[in-house]
């Protein structure tokens, strides 16, 4: 029944490791998002990609990289983890077919990473 | 560069007020602007919808209302419950860069 879901929900590891996320949605959407949200409660976009194509690259990073197996699916891998990388990172979607912000986003439960 | 400021940061108010948020943006040439609830460890929920062209739209207890010449949106919570608390945020669509930018948010607590 879950919209968009994600995983782990939770992750702790040490500075330096490479780590990755996994977010799926059964919505059937055509874009799909990955967000930043800091101690302060600051949400950022980071990436975008609309039918398995990067539509939206944000200042990020190249540590980051998402890679879209498929329409559904938009995975975060993070290379030599910093402390500062330490945040909450939400996926979203929308049905927008053009990659823009003509449909309400669906996020998901967010996951909570800690660099040690 | 668009920038979205919530204004409170935080609002405590007793159970069956009706309440006023705030979002005012710097860039008027937007595409859309979202309402979202968060509560505390989950993620986001969408509210409200308006598009560039709309001045308000209503959902339930919710209206929003969006004002482009002067950079503002309202969320008016009418009869607040305390399963309305909870951290509302604001975020434009932004015309220019195909992105949704966020307000900081308003945390909002509804005392029975």
């Known amino acids: 029944d879950t919209a968009v879901s994600q995983t782990p929900k939770y992750l702790v590891t040490q500075m330096g490791n490479d780590k990755s996320i996994k977010c799926e949605q059964n919505l059937g959407h055509d874009t799909m998002y990955w967000y930043k949200q800091d101690s302060k409660k600051f949400l950022k976009i980071m990436f975008s990609y609309n039918n398995k194509e990067l539509i939206i690259n944000e200042t990020v990073p190249n540590r980051f990289s998402p890679k879209s197996p498929d329409k559904a699916h938009l995975n975060l891998h993070i290379n030599s983890l910093e402390l500062g990388d330490s945040a909450v990172y939400f996926c979203a979607s929308s049905q927008d077919s053009t990659g823009g912000l003509s449909d309400t986003q669906y996020f998901g439960p967010g996951t909570r990473l800690t660099v040690l | 560069k668009q920038e979205v400021t919530q204004i409170p940061a935080a609002l405590s108010v007793p159970e069956g007020e009706n309440l006023v948020l705030n979002c005012s943006f710097t860039?008027?040439?937007?595409?859309?602007l979202q309402w979202f609830r968060q509560d505390p460890g989950k993620g986001l929920t969408s509210l409200l919808l308006?598009?560039?062209?709309?001045r308000e739209q209503t959902s339930g207890r919710l209206n929003a209302s969006l004002d482009k010449s002067s950079g503002r949106s309202t969320l008016y919570i009418a009869a607040s419950q305390p399963g309305d608390s909870a951290t509302y945020l604001c975020?434009?669509?932004?015309?220019?860069?195909?992105?949704?930018?966020f307000g900081q948010g308003t945390t909002l607590q509804v005392k029975p």
């Open positions: 860039d008027s040439a937007i595409y859309n």
């Open positions: 308006i598009q560039s062209s709309q």
């Open positions: 975020a434009v669509g932004s015309s220019n860069t195909g992105k949704l930018i």
